[in-house]
């Protein structure tokens, strides 16, 4: 991993988060297979579902056969979603194969910035979750804690109460670390969330950015971000560009960039980020991440063909930049105008068989001719292109 960034902890939704805003009715066998899949991509974290009540979230109903049915893959840290103590239990059931967390380990104070959100999406208002404050940091000192975390949700904005300062944000924080700092313990982490898609790399890098200025101990950040409106991508690339390589970032998205909050009015175009695009950039910024994309893209392949609709992402239908000579476009290839003709860069020349085909002569071009030999397309510092007689000189 490149050193001047950050060590990103990344976690794939797309079985939770993703399917929670899903048809109920998709097969168990589906999401096992798709689960068994997403196990062989590389992928290091992945969330397997929600131990739930199913009166609220039917779609996670039967998370025990899923759990029960998929096939572990050695080195792959699986883990669930439960939002209280009959939940955990549920899960612990599955434990191993499954990874109990609550948190990141560490204590940690939280509330929603939006309380008509927390309201919708909770069942208990802000007031309530501020309410537990005392006992959360009673508990902390009892058990001997060191270091502690805080964070909100909503942070960036609402649907029903509209927008919300970095200056707001940061009061909320302050407030929450004045607390750690009366009961002597340190703060060393701070996480953001964002379920209803207001984020904005503007704001995350100035949160972020304000974070680190006033409280230099805090190595460790999260941040939970939602797609509505497009900006989850760029707020997770804001995210690693604002932190230094002492720093712990935790991000996640969803395989296509699906999933979405029934309580927050956009539904499933809420989405996240999607996870071949996350990866695709990472690796692009010299992110090292194991993955392999071409497996990422069959699952997103799965996943559409799960929900009967193309998913959110984008390298899933254009592949990932071609950058070898194996992968690059045939220079003759037909038009291609269909998502579906598009594939080809995974299905090959078949998908667009029989396309127009509008080339009098075949394309050529020296640039080709030259990465077919082995060379760079251009020489930065060499003569190719720059003395060549085509190439328009001072003075003539």
């Known amino acids: 991993m490149a050193t001047r960034y950050p060590t990103i902890v990344y976690t794939e939704e797309g079985m939770r988060e993703g399917m929670q805003i899903e048809d109920a009715a998709i097969p168990v066998d589906a999401k096992?297979?798709?689960l068994n899949a997403l196990s062989e991509t590389g992928l290091k974290r992945i969330v397997v579902g929600s131990f739930v009540s199913p009166k609220y979230t039917p779609q996670m109903a039967r998370i025990d056969e899923i759990v029960q049915k998929f096939r572990p893959k050695p080195g792959v840290t699986y883990t669930a979603l439960a939002l209280n103590e009959k939940g955990v239990e549920r899960a612990k059931q599955y434990a191993p194969p499954l990874t109990i967390e609550r948190g990141s380990g560490k204590p940690r104070l939280f509330v929603h910035q939006c309380d008509v959100f927390a309201r919708r999406n909770t069942n208990r208002s802000q007031m309530q979750e501020m309410a537990v404050w005392?006992?959360?940091?009673?508990?902390?000192k009892e058990k001997g804690a060191r270091e502690a975390g805080i964070g909100t949700n909503a942070t960036f904005g609402s649907n029903f109460v509209g927008d919300f300062t970095v200056d707001m944000t940061m009061k909320f924080l302050e407030k929450e670390h004045a607390l750690w700092d009366a009961a002597?313990?340190?703060v060393t982490a701070v996480s953001i969330g964002d379920p209803?898609?207001?984020?904005?790399?503007?704001?995350?890098?100035e949160i972020f950015g304000r974070v680190k200025k006033q409280w230099p101990e805090v190595t460790e950040f999260r941040a939970h971000l939602h797609n509505t409106r497009g900006m989850a991508l760029t707020s997770a690339y804001a995210a690693i560009k604002t932190l230094e390589a002492r720093d712990t970032l935790h991000l996640d998205g969803t395989i296509g960039g699906i999933g979405g909050c029934p309580y927050c009015g956009n539904g499933r175009a809420t989405g996240m980020a999607p996870t071949e695009d996350f990866m695709h950039m990472l690796e692009g910024?010299?992110?090292?991440t194991g993955v392999d994309l071409d497996k990422l893209i069959a699952c997103v392949w799965m996943?559409?063909?799960?929900?009967?609709?193309?998913?959110?992402?984008h390298v899933s239908r254009t592949g990932p930049r071609p950058t070898t000579l194996e992968r690059f476009y045939d220079a003759n290839a037909p038009f291609v105008e269909t998502v579906e003709q598009a594939k080809h860069f995974k299905l090959g020349p078949k998908v667009y068989e029989g396309?127009?085909?509008?080339w009098d002569v075949p394309i050529s071009s020296p640039y080709r001719e030259r990465v077919e030999k082995g060379l760079p397309p251009y020489e930065v510092n060499g003569d190719w292109p720059w003395t060549e007689d085509f190439f328009p000189k001072p003075g003539k």
Not at 196 to 205: A, L, N, R, S, T
Not at 303 to 313: D, F, H, L, N, S
Not at 355 to 358: D, G, K, R, V
Request: glycine residues 12%; hydrophobic residues 45%.
């Open 355 to 358: 396309c127009i085909n509008p």
């Open 303 to 313: 996943v559409e063909k799960m929900i009967g609709r193309y998913a959110w992402g």
């Open 32 to 34: 096992v297979d798709l």
């Open 134 to 140: 005392p006992k959360v940091i009673a508990t902390a």
């Open 196 to 205: 209803m898609g207001w984020c904005h790399p503007v704001k995350v890098e």
């Open 184 to 186: 002597g313990i340190e």
């Open 285 to 288: 910024m010299g992110i090292e």
